[in-house]
């Protein structure tokens, strides 16, 4: 037998299986770029729910004085007040304008409603005419 003789070709090489340290920092800014996205879209959603439930609220207080107004048969007296209209836990303040309208018969009625902590922001207007019940 001949001697094993050595050759010149270089043995394969295995490549170790696995990422490189700069593919897992790329890995780890996308996914933190879309982390921080996503808690930015949760905020977001979670104001507007406070949002919705606040005018959800107002909407009642107004609809709540126009129903009153409607089943009391008022004749509401011409000129603007305001009182307080609380729903839940939301401190919230009706503002009522009563103007005159062309026909004499009716009048119409105008109920706002903002938050007592910012009443310079308008949750909700409703407007109603009021037949006079005479």
Do not use: Y
């Amino acid at each position: 037998m001949l001697p094993h003789s050595h050759t010149n070709r270089a043995a394969p090489r295995l490549h170790a299986a696995g990422f490189t340290l700069l593919e897992v920092l790329v890995a780890l800014v996308i996914v933190g770029t879309a982390l921080g996205a996503s808690m930015r879209a949760v905020g977001s959603l979670t104001q507007n729910s406070g949002d919705l439930r606040a005018s959800m609220m107002a909407n009642w207080s107004a609809e709540n004085r126009l129903a009153q107004i409607r089943l009391g048969r008022e004749w509401p007296v011409l000129g603007e007040n305001s009182f307080e209209c609380p729903q839940g836990d939301l401190n919230l303040i009706c503002q009522q304008q009563v103007l005159a309208t062309p026909n004499p018969n009716f009048r119409r009625v105008e109920v706002s409603v903002v938050e007592a902590s910012h009443p310079e922001r308008r949750i909700v207007k409703l407007t109603q005419l009021v037949p006079n019940g005479k």
